[in-house]
């Protein structure tokens, strides 16, 4: 058995004094000194799309004969397979190589609190299973490691020749990045100074990475796909959280989850402390129900929804359109208040991509487009038009659990470790 440590690197090279200037480079992207070995590079490229010989070389500068080695090497052990050939150009067309998505398996685990969600998908990124444990609405870390564990299990047992690559855990709160202990999570004070990615190591055999959950659900938005522009997925739950790409590569900072505004500090114009609760998924739909009878068409919409997201966005759909009076003062507020937000984050980074993601992710377009209009109108010209914005495509409830997978499966990569084709055995 190996042991890997996940780490997020980030290599900073500064140009001239006189430019001033800062570029943040991917080492694993570049082939500096601590870039993946030839089979790690391989894989991480192919996971793009299938490529020959010749693009292999060119993208990662290793020799035909080295290359064809790792190639060799990582067929027989069932990480790539041939998934066709070039279009002919007048000479034999070249062999493309891909991923094989037949032989292993990624577990992805979304730590929601309340409850939990697993899945489990193959290596290009298709989902195969998902499970929702019951009864898990207090997640006590023992009750966690032994769903993940039998979850593995359920897992081997259903899809015997696979092979378990690893666990990508996706949880909230403040997390060291450096050895995957969530340091504290402000809604479950029981989760302190917790080292969860060595307890499930621990117990199940296999390496396991953890990381911010909205962050997950950007790794699900984004793929695997390198894009070297700056671009932000914003997500809305306990407040806003940005999952920012500085030039493609996630920023995460000293504590796993950089750039979260606390809904504390989401309170709109001559609001009063504490007025940034309402401005949450919980916060909103309990705001609304406290101030309509319980009997109200509109309440008992919400009440026949099963989850916290469920019943949020089906209060954005009776605001959308002033269907009802109440929601609609509710999501007016909601809509500057999170504009203001994305202005101020806008003109401090100035992104050329801002996706909705999260819980407004499903949000009906008129809140979306109200929101959008908003920001822009707080912005310059130069900044609005520089500036695209589109709500998420990963929208199902477990776009975070498999989200995990994608996450887990690129620090992987990155990570210092044996050629692949001698793991995973």
């Known amino acids: 058995m190996y042991s890997y ?3 997020n690197t980030l290599s900073i090279s500064l140009s001239s004094a006189a430019a001033g200037t800062v570029r943040y480079r991917d080492a694993a992207r570049t082939g500096a000194p601590m870039a993946m070995d030839t089979q790690r ?68 685990a979304h ?24 009864d898990l609405d207090d997640l006590d870390p023992d009750a966690v490691v032994a769903q993940v564990e039998a979850y593995v299990a359920r897992v081997a047992t259903r899809f015997p020749t696979r092979r378990a690559v690893g666990i990508g855990v996706a949880s909230p709160g403040y997390i060291d990045p450096a050895t995957g202990s969530v340091i504290t ?39 695997d796909a390198f894009d070297d522009r700056t671009y932000v997925y914003v997500g809305f739950t306990e407040g806003i959280k940005y999952s920012l790409f500085l030039h493609g590569r996630l920023y995460v900072g000293p504590f796993g989850n950089a750039g979260l505004v606390p809904r504390q500090l989401l309170v709109s114009n001559g609001s009063q402390p504490g007025s940034g609760d309402l401005l949450t998924v919980h916060g909103l739909v309990a ?21 916290a997201w469920s019943r949020f966005r089906a209060l954005l759909e009776l605001a959308d359109g002033g269907r009802d ?36 992710a499903g949000a009906p377009e008129g ?59």
């Not at 010749?54 to 397979?81: F, M, Q, Y």
């Not at 199940?204 to 938005?221: L, W, Y």
């Not at 909601?334 to 984050?345: E, G």
Request: glycine letters at 8%; proline letters at 7%; a neutral charge.
């Open 111 to 134: 730590l929601e609190h309340p409850g939990m969600r697993l899945v489990a998908s193959d290596l290009p990124g298709n989902q195969l299973d998902e499970h929702v444990p019951p």
């Open 287 to 307: 705001a609304y129900l406290r101030s309509v009878p319980t009997d109200a068409v509109g309440a008992q919409q919400l009440a026949a929804e099963t989850d």
């Open 41 to 108: 590079t391989i894989v991480s490229r192919l996971l793009d799309q299938p490529m020959s010989l010749a693009d292999l070389r060119d993208v990662t500068g290793a020799s035909l004969p080295t290359l064809r080695r790792a190639v060799h090497a990582l067929r027989d052990a069932g990480w790539l397979h041939v998934a066709g050939r070039e279009e002919a150009t007048g000479g034999r067309p070249a062999t493309l190589y891909g991923i094989d998505p037949a032989n292993h398996v990624l577990i992805g």
């Open 185 to 223: 999570i402000g809604r479950v004070p029981s989760w302190s100074n917790l080292p969860i990615r060595q307890r499930l190591a621990d117990a199940t055999g296999v390496p396991v990475s953890i990381g911010n959950d909205v962050d997950a659900m950007a790794a699900a938005e984004f793929g």
């Open 5 to 7: 440590v996940f780490c």
């Open 367 to 425: 809140v979306t487009g109200a929101i959008e209009s908003a920001l822009r109108r707080r912005l310059p010209t130069l900044l609005d038009n520089n500036l695209v914005v589109r709500r998420a495509r990963a929208t199902s409830p477990s776009t975070a659990a498999y989200g995990a997978t994608r996450a887990f499966l690129q620090r992987f990569l990155r990570a210092a470790g044996p050629p692949l084709a001698r793991v995973v055995a």
């Open 325 to 360: 009076e109440r929601a609609s003062e509710l999501v007016h507020d909601l809509t500057h208040t999170v504009a203001a937000q994305l202005a101020s984050f806008v003109h401090l980074v100035q992104p050329e991509l801002l996706v909705f993601g999260g819980a407004m």
